[in-house]
């Protein structure tokens, strides 16, 4: 396809992962293969696509063997022209979610390795079967051992980090839960307004029905059905 220019080129997100991304959050490939720890600096470069890319901007060719042009990563800027790389798509992976649980939107993404890509790197992701709270010491002495000089600043499990992304969600539902309760006691009291009045306006009538011989009881049924009425 043509070279189409920089400001117009379509725009989906973009992720630096190792080879064990997918394998760790259990996200299959639909076609073609992940990435692998073949997938290093000096190796051609590769990309994974999610479904949602393939349909939206390959609908109609095969998206493994396609190219993709991106910017080069460091070190790659010699056999590339200008600031762009191009990265063959090796994969298609089902999407995952990236955004907060209100987004309903399918979201493009390309993944690339950490081994040919190494834009900031922002952490690392670990699944176990244990119970994860005693594992950050271990972490964090397992990253100190193998990167000197990096810091660990903080280790959260997953239902922490959806808990956290539930935030909004919460504090809006109890915004909404305050207003519904403080609607609900003032309309108790404006009801009990206007039946006290209309209880009021009434004496005369009800002291005209004993000497008519009728029972000296207040008439409850009728009261409370009027009670409910208003």
């Known amino acids: 396809r043509p070279v189409i220019e920089r400001a117009q080129r379509p725009v989906a997100d973009f992720k630096i992962v190792g080879a064990g991304y997918f394998q ?44 993709l042009l991106m910017d080069a990563p460091p070190g790659y800027g010699a056999p590339y022209t200008g600031d762009a790389a191009s990265f063959e798509i090796v994969g298609i992976i089902a999407d995952e979610r990236l955004t907060p649980f209100a987004d309903r939107q399918e979201h493009a993404v390309i993944y690339v390795s950490n081994e040919q890509d190494a834009h900031n790197p922002s952490g690392i992701i670990v699944r176990t079967a244990l119970n994860a709270a ?33 935030i909004p969600d919460r504090l809006r539902s109890v915004v909404l839960g305050a207003f519904a309760g403080l609607a609900l ?44 009425a208003l």
């Open 134 to 166: 005693p594992l950050e010491a271990a972490l964090r002495a397992a990253v100190a051992a193998s990167a000197t000089g990096v810091a660990v600043t903080r280790v959260k499990t997953v239902e922490q980090l959806k808990s956290e992304a539930l």
């Open 24 to 67: 760790v959050l259990q996200l299959q490939v639909r076609r073609g293969r992940a990435l692998r720890e073949g997938d290093r600096a000096g190796a051609p470069l590769v990309a994974v696509i999610n479904e949602t890319l393939a349909r939206r901007f390959l609908p109609d060719t095969d998206p493994i063997g396609q190219r």
């Open 185 to 228: 006691v003032l309309s108790a009291i404006g009801m009990s307004g206007v039946t006290s009045c209309s209880f009021v306006t009434r004496p005369p009538h009800l002291g005209s029905r004993p000497p008519l011989g009728a029972d000296r009881s207040p008439p409850r049924p009728l009261l409370v059905c009027q009670g409910y």
